[in-house]
């Protein structure tokens, strides 16, 4: 069975502040690994994954991810955030192997951008 | 293309009565999953359709939760009769078949009183 761990359930920067979401898994099979956000009031929204090849992602709006097998982790960086970064953060990995695409997702991280 | 559509938006029912809820995918995604985030818990997988089938109803709570894609297209959710426990934000997602893009609806604010 594949678990996720978000060691934060809520982190608060100010505007600017570089921050980190992290994100570990449990899982006994290989994995895809996503982050998706949700802004107030919105559905959840693909940020960015991890399949296969090179272990750092990025979005377009300049998060990353680093996936790193040794560790089981998946964190989320940024080195600037902005007000509207403002957001909850959800974790979630899937089976890579076979049909089955099921997510399994973390508690999710609310970060909170301060002037 | 239009996303995924899901209604109602809010929904609050006594404990004991039946709600509907709806997903419209996008047109031509053959996979249709639903979740629910109960407050204060994970985001949970509740089953998984490709086309009318159901492809994985593992995640479903208990018989009191009916699905359907009748068709292949939109899928409802009823459940009957409500409990309190049964409130949460129901999700809805679909993707192409050999396409990771899951893209969400808004999902539907349920509240069971």
């Known amino acids: 069975a594949q678990s996720v761990t978000q060691l934060d359930s809520q982190v608060p920067v100010f505007e600017e502040a570089p921050v980190e979401l992290r994100c570990n898994y449990s899982s006994s099979v290989s994995v895809y690994l996503f982050w998706y956000v949700q802004y107030p009031n919105q559905g959840l929204q693909l940020l960015l994954k991890y399949l296969s090849g090179s272990t750092l992602v990025k979005s377009i709006n300049g998060f990353e991810a680093e996936f790193n097998k040794s560790q089981t982790s998946f964190h989320l960086r940024k080195p600037s955030v902005h007000i509207s970064d403002t957001a909850e953060y959800f974790c979630a990995v899937s089976e890579s192997d076979g049909n089955n695409r099921k997510l399994i997702w973390g508690l999710g991280t609310s970060l909170a951008v301060n002037p | 293309e239009a996303g995924v559509t899901q209604f109602p938006s809010h929904s609050v029912i006594e404990k004991g009565q039946t709600v509907t809820l709806r997903c419209d995918p996008i047109s031509g995604h053959d996979n249709l999953y639903w979740y629910r985030r109960v407050m204060g818990k994970e985001i949970k997988f509740l089953l998984h359709?490709?086309?009318?089938?159901?492809?994985?109803e593992s995640g479903m709570p208990n018989n009191r939760f009916l699905a359907e894609r009748t068709g292949g297209t939109y899928s409802t959710l009823k459940v009957q009769p409500a409990e309190l426990e049964d409130s949460g934000v129901y999700f809805c997602a679909s993707s192409r078949a050999s396409n990771y893009g899951y893209t969400f609806g808004s999902g539907t604010r349920l509240t069971v009183v």
């Open positions: 359709f490709v086309k009318e089938s159901k492809q994985d």
